[in-house]
């Protein structure tokens, strides 16, 4: 009974040093997932705020747009601290530029079964390859 004893507050230090190592709930995607739409915020260089309405998907617990040469992408370049807003709700992302070949690859694919039709026209027209921007939640601004 006594090494029951010694060893009751032994394992119960280990189980909390290991919940605190855990990480934060995972963020909710779902209504990244279902909206068609969402908007993203960004700053232009006068400090002025843009406010522009996108497409996402998500894939692997991680929400990707997709833009060409736009401002908000110019604006991201000089800061990768972003808010997206959908259902009146606004959350704190980094973006950041992927070139890797199977991820926009993937996203391509992710676009064209969220969005269908529009999306497979849209690519018809498409003069150049558009910038992938990967987007991972933020817990601060």
């Not at 601290?81 to 606004?90: F, I, K, M, W």
């Not at 039709?117 to 558009?130: D, I, K, L, Y």
């Amino acid at each position: 009974m006594n090494r029951v004893r010694r060893l009751v507050p032994a394992c119960l230090a280990t189980a909390f040093a290991l919940a605190s190592a855990l990480p934060a709930a995972a963020f909710d995607w779902t209504p990244y997932r279902e909206d068609s739409t969402i908007e993203i915020l960004t700053f232009d260089e006068d400090g002025s705020l843009r406010e522009t309405k996108i497409w996402i998907v998500v894939l692997d617990d991680a929400g990707y747009v997709r833009t060409n040469d736009s401002r908000w992408l110019a604006n991201i370049r000089r800061d990768p601290a972003v808010r997206l807003r959908t259902r009146g709700v606004e959350s704190w992302f980094t973006a950041e530029e992927t070139d890797d070949a199977d991820v926009y690859d993937a996203v391509e694919e992710a676009f064209k079964q969220k969005y269908g039709w529009m999306q497979r026209t849209m690519s018809v027209f498409r003069m150049s390859r558009p910038t992938v921007l990967r987007l991972t939640p933020r817990s601060d601004p």
